[in-house]
């Protein structure tokens, strides 16, 4: 018996279409973070924060405000000086236990023995959630710096054991 298929494949057809102006790329939301890279007179000072929560840090890679970074820009309310104060960034980064369950989750679905859930392990996948919340997506080879506010105060609410912090690193 022979199966007839007669309907046709139509991929994407329930996908959200962009309006002109509104689709953006992946090179102009990165823009002032490259920027920044280059930009060694940044290191040992925070002269140039916009948003006057960000902290010194040691490489020049992270010297970069929520203000300069045009993907963080959509989550900055009008009225709002730096993303840390946005409601959405407290729930979502700086809440214990969706840290918790994010990173139960996260070590389920690669097959990973949960560990205990220590500070260190709460501010790493503060991190994360941060990345994925302005970013949307985050893998073994995309590696996006996180403002030094949002460093600063994750590091404030999960401090390291150790006093010590890795910083970021580009993928090799």
Known sequence: MAVRNSAVI??????????PG????????DTSEDEAIDNNTRVGNTDWCLCTKCSSM??????????ETNAVSHRLAHTTLCVIENEDFRTVCLNAEVLR???????????DNVQPISNDVLRHQA???FTYWIHQRLGRHIRKVIPSCVVAKIRTVFPSSTGHYTGFKWAE
Request: hydrophobic content about 30%; glycine content about 2%; overall charge negative.
């Open 10 to 19: 139509a991929p994407y057809q329930f996908e959200p279409e962009y309006f």
């Open 22 to 29: 509104e689709m953006r790329t992946d090179s102009d939301t």
């Open 101 to 111: 369950v994010s990173a139960i989750a996260r070590a389920d679905m690669r097959g």
């Open 58 to 67: 040691p490489l020049s890679d992270e010297c970069v405000c929520c203000k």
């Open 127 to 129: 991190y994360r959630q």
